[in-house]
């Protein structure tokens, strides 16, 4: 494990981990789904990757895939590699989707989840912000979506 994936809330968001990679829950979601596919290892370049980790990365971006198809249905979905701020390899994976999202859906207490970049850029910005309850709540959520 790495500080990256601790910045952003490991072991309390991970989602599904694989042998090499880490999924967890984005605790900032610019839109609903928003996700952390992180590297397990110290890497902080993306060829520095072990050739095991580049293998595994289509079993990761697969499960991802479908997972969030069944959650969100997504329209597109970006992986993004900034890596500016947090040195390890990292994807921020974003659903894309015209529109918005309610979570959890039908209930009272549901939030919108807007995207505001849509068609273009996602506005990574622009994001609801969970802690707590409920993010452990969209982290049970995604989970069940993993299967």
Do not use: C
């Amino acid at each position: 494990m790495n500080a990256t994936m601790e910045k952003f809330g490991w072991p309390g968001t991970l989602v599904r981990e694989f042998d090499h990679w880490a999924v967890l829950a984005r605790p900032a979601q610019p839109t609903l789904g928003s996700l952390v596919l992180a590297a397990k290892s110290q890497a902080t370049a993306f060829g520095e990757l072990p050739a095991e980790a580049h293998a595994e990365l289509k079993q990761a971006a697969t499960a991802i895939e479908a997972a969030l198809g069944k959650a969100v249905g997504y329209a597109k979905l970006n992986y993004l590699m900034l890596m500016m701020v947090d040195p390890h390899v990292h994807f921020h994976v974003i659903p894309r989707y015209k529109g918005a999202r309610e979570w959890p859906k039908g209930q009272k207490d549901a939030r919108e989840f807007v995207d505001v970049g849509w068609p273009r850029v996602p506005d990574l910005g622009h994001a609801v912000a969970l802690e707590g309850q409920e993010l452990a709540a969209l982290v049970a959520w995604l989970k069940e979506a993993f299967g």
